[in-house]
Nanobody, 126 residues
C-alpha cells in the first residue's frame, strides 16, 4: 500500500513562490501516474497538474498554466509542484495523488487516482 505525504505548504503573499513535495512510501512510484489536486473551502476538489511515470507528459489546469511546474524524482519517490506568482485564489488544501489505473495521458478525474495524501494547506494573502 503506497502512502503519500505532502509538505511545503504555508502562508505566503500574493506574487510569492512555493514548492510542494510529495514523498511516497510503501512502494515505488516509478510506474505511477502522479498528480496534484486542490480543494478550497466550499468547493470541489480540482485537478492542478499531473505527470506520467517517465515524466514525458505533463498536463496543467488552465487556472495555473504558466505559473506551475510539476516534476518527479523516481529515485527518491518524490513528486514536486513548483508554484510561481501565487494568487489569493490559489488558497486551498493541496493533495498529492497516484494512479496505477490510468494507462494513457494524465487524467484530471479524481476518482481515477487510488492513492491520496492527507494534504498540505496553502494560503495566499492579498
Amino acid at each position: 500500500q503506497v502512502q503519500l505525504v505532502e509538505s511545503g505548504g504555508g502562508l505566503v503573499q500574493a506574487g510569492d513562490s512555493l514548492r510542494l513535495s510529495c514523498v511516497a512510501s510503501g512502494g515505488a512510484i516509478s510506474n505511477y501516474l502522479m498528480a496534484w489536486f486542490r480543494q478550497a473551502p466550499g468547493k470541489e476538489r480540482e485537478f492542478v497538474a499531473g505527470i506520467t511515470w517517465r515524466g514525458t507528459n505533463v498536463h496543467f489546469a488552465d487556472s495555473v498554466k504558466g505559473r506551475v511546474t510539476i516534476s518527479r524524482d523516481n529515485g527518491k519517490n518524490t513528486v514536486f509542484l513548483q508554484m510561481y506568482r501565487l494568487k489569493p485564489e490559489d488558497t486551498a488544501v493541496y493533495y498529492c495523488a497516484a494512479s496505477t489505473l490510468i494507462a494513457g495521458p494524465v487524467s484530471v478525474v479524481a476518482w481515477e487516482y487510488e492513492y491520496w495524501g492527507q494534504g498540505t494547506q496553502v494560503t495566499v494573502s492579498s
